[in-house]
């Protein structure tokens, strides 16, 4: 009988640790033991690092969990939204330079790639292969990654190309703001 109860001991010890564990890696531990950031990066989908418009001192150095990630484009030259016609006269809307788009027309076969560069290191989070990649308005929330060491460095590029005169059928690069939300620890 000492056997058996030094069993259901360990068994109960066992089970105290696993639910401690479980407990302090919950979601709602991160969000109670973290510090919650909105970042904000800029610049073209040209395949340049974007910039990062928030201080890196406030994030250097941390452990990061990005919790959602959106691309918002902007229009880079005066683009044609709308264009009618009724045969003789062609009426258009232009959209004029750094609008947001609201009505974006991108293309399948060429997509948008993104990379994300973490500490030197392109991190395995956007790896669509093949030509079409993701889309140029991308939003992924709820995603969750944890960056597994202090962060030294952050860059972010994207590659893109939107329909910029509905008329022609033209197409741009346009300017991009990627929105990351983060907690920190």
Do not use: H, W
């Amino acid at each position: 009988m000492e056997g058996l109860k030094d069993l259901q001991k360990s068994v109960f010890d066992l089970t105290k640790k696993v639910y401690e564990l479980e407990k302090k890696n919950s979601l709602d531990q991160l969000i109670l033991s973290s510090q919650f950031k909105v970042l904000c990066f800029s610049g073209t989908s040209n395949g340049a690092n974007l910039t990062l418009r928030n201080s890196f001192s406030e994030i250097q150095n941390r452990i990061l969990i990005f919790k959602s990630f959106r691309i918002i484009p902007y229009y880079s030259a005066d683009g044609k939204d709308i264009a009618l016609t009724d045969g003789v006269t062609t009426n258009t809307e232009t959209v004029y330079n750094n609008t947001r788009i609201e009505r974006l027309f991108d293309f399948l076969t060429t997509g948008t790639r993104i990379v994300l560069e973490i500490n030197g290191g392109v991190a395995p989070v956007f790896t669509v292969p093949g030509a079409e990649g993701y889309p140029l308005d991308l939003f992924i929330d709820n995603m969750y990654y944890k960056i597994p060491t202090p962060l030294q460095s952050i860059n972010i590029r994207v590659t893109g190309t939107c329909v910029q005169d509905l008329t022609t059928g033209a197409s741009a690069t346009p300017n991009i703001k990627v929105i990351v939300e983060c907690y920190l620890l």
